[in-house]
């Protein structure tokens, strides 16, 4: 079990790092963000069966992860069709 916990602890990393260094598209930032939302859920997955508990909880963390995954396209189709591009650099936060 203590595997399944480094592996996520590594995965979190992973897509911290990418999030870090691959800051140019939108698109690139909401795949990092959706890798770490992943490896949450598998280290939250492991300890509530470490501890034999209820997974009620991991069903509500996915589901809440699914919807912020759709609030995230519909952020990056919006500035497509706006902007035409998911740059950063051409995208002004004050307009």
């Given amino acids: 079990m203590m595997m ?5 602890l590594l995965m979190f990393f992973c897509g911290f790092v990418a999030f870090s260094l691959m800051r140019k598209h939108l698109l690139l930032i909401l795949l990092s963000i959706e890798f770490m939302v992943l490896a949450l859920y ?12 209820d997974y009620f ?8 992860s699914v919807c912020e ?3 995230g396209l519909s ?21």
């Avoid at 399944?4 to 996520?8: H, I, K, P, W």
């Avoid at 598998?42 to 508990?53: I, K, P, R, V, W």
């Fill in 4 to 8: 399944y916990s480094y592996m996520a």
């Fill in 42 to 53: 598998l280290n939250t997955f492991s300890y509530l069966s470490l501890l034999g508990n």
């Fill in 69 to 71: 995954g759709a609030l």
């Fill in 75 to 95: 952020v990056l189709v919006s500035m497509i069709r706006s902007h035409g591009n998911d740059y950063f650099q051409g995208f002004n936060l004050l307009w």
């Fill in 57 to 64: 909880f991991s069903m509500i963390f996915l589901t809440f």
